[in-house]
């Protein structure tokens, strides 16, 4: 098996493994570990299996009807529930973006102690980045919008 299809075999189970674990798991995962061991790993499985059903389900959704389950909420159910979903996720996003955002602030923080006597404060880096994923998303978005054309 060349190196190529082995990476296209796994690369399905390693998104898997990002959205499953994302920043915030890891560390409700250690402070759980730190207090109770190993008694709660059954959760982290069970929290694998059920997002890797809700992936292939909606896969297998969209597939089959050509839509998006939030298109099909908003046109089948009712806008508004639609509209929640939208409003929820875009929520759950921010909250995700802003915790891997600190946790990137902290440790631009502790690397900067390496060049810089008490190191320079985490605002600055996550000012840094929050402006260079700005950028870098407008740039899709645009560069998304002149493809279609």
């Not at 508004?80 to 600190?102: L, N, P």
């Not at 870098?136 to 998304?144: A, E, K, V």
Request: aromatic share 14%.
């Amino acid at each position: 098996m060349h190196f190529r299809q082995l990476l296209r075999s796994l690369l399905l189970g390693i998104f898997l493994i990002g959205y499953c674990i994302g920043a915030g798991r890891v560390t409700a995962m250690a402070t759980a570990g730190a207090e109770v061991g190993m008694s709660l790993l059954w959760t982290v499985f069970l929290s694998c299996l059920i997002a890797f059903f809700l992936i292939d389900l909606y896969g297998k959704f969209t597939l089959v009807t050509g839509e998006t389950t939030l298109v099909t909420f908003r046109t089948s159910i009712h806008p508004a529930v639609g509209y929640f979903f939208i409003v929820t996720r875009t929520a759950h996003i921010c909250g995700s973006v802003i915790g891997v955002m600190g946790i990137v602030a902290d440790v631009c923080f502790g690397w900067s102690k390496h060049f810089v006597e008490g190191g320079l404060a985490p605002l600055p880096f996550a000012v840094v980045f929050m402006v260079l994923v700005c950028a870098l998303f407008l740039d899709w978005f645009n560069s998304g919008l002149h493809d279609s054309t």
